[in-house]
């Protein structure tokens, strides 16, 4: 894709650019909310690039406008990442991604991120370092040559092949190894709703993995996990500690492409549920709290 040609009409060169950026948008804010696990921070990073591009002298002569605006938006998104990574360490509480909800019935064509943005490889994703982060995704995901990356991470190509590798290993090690299919994991959310629902322990507990990890994320606003719960048993234990959950009170929804709930508690506190599932049983167990990054989700 080439930027806007020359045209003595400058007005109709500028609708011509802004109509070719808006059709990068959907990708852009995929590479960036990737980066920054922040939907706000993406969007800041796609309008910030979007004005950048305005300022070009000679927008025309960019020879591909798409790794052009990728490679802004990378840029921009890993400056993002790292003054957020500062800001988490004073975090209360496990940090999750901000997540992307949507209505199982919403229509087709409504923007949404893609299916390689899941919450599970987001949540991988904040083991690495930014720099590993940065590589993996421009390269792995969107399709950026090392040439390209390098730029954006100021490494040399052959250093960010490294980076990209080890980032590759530790996905791979952290993703599921039997995932779902839609229809599989929207089964095993059900079941997982009707369990805690009737306070079936046994219910509940066959449905997690034995090695099932929950993390929650209040940051401090609402009441949430402080540390990080282990083990089938004790997990289903403690989720069964809660009030059971009233008909009215929960809903399956999507979650960044795949079944999850959005629920309120006795206290009129709003929760979002992202489950990874391997294997037929859930392995990992997101519960999204913190007000501030569910603005956009109505109940």
Known sequence: MTAAGSNRDGTADQDELARAFEA?????????????GSLAEAEDCVQEAWLRLRRLDDPAGIRDLRAWLTTAVGRLALDALGSARVRRERYVGPW???????EVDDPADRVTL???????LLVVLERLSPAERTAFLLHDVFGLSFGEVAEVVGRSPGAVRQLASRA?????QGLPRFPP???EQRRVVAAFVAACRDGDLEGLVSVLDPDVTWRGDGGGKVSALRHVERGAANVARRLLAYAR????????????GAPGLVMRDVGGVLSVVAFTVDGGR????????????????SF
């Open 24 to 36: 990068e948008r959907p990708r852009l804010l995929n590479v960036a909310y990737a980066t920054t």
């Open 114 to 120: 893609d299916e390689s943005v899941s919450m599970a």
């Open 181 to 183: 299919t839609y229809t």
């Open 245 to 256: 959950i009233p008909v009215d009170a929960v809903r399956i929804v999507e979650i960044n």
């Open 96 to 102: 999750l991604p901000e997540p992307l909800v949507k």
């Open 168 to 172: 590759r290993q530790h996905v791979e």
């Open 282 to 297: 859930i392995t990992e167990l997101d519960v999204i709290r913190n007000p501030d990054k569910l603005s956009a989700v």
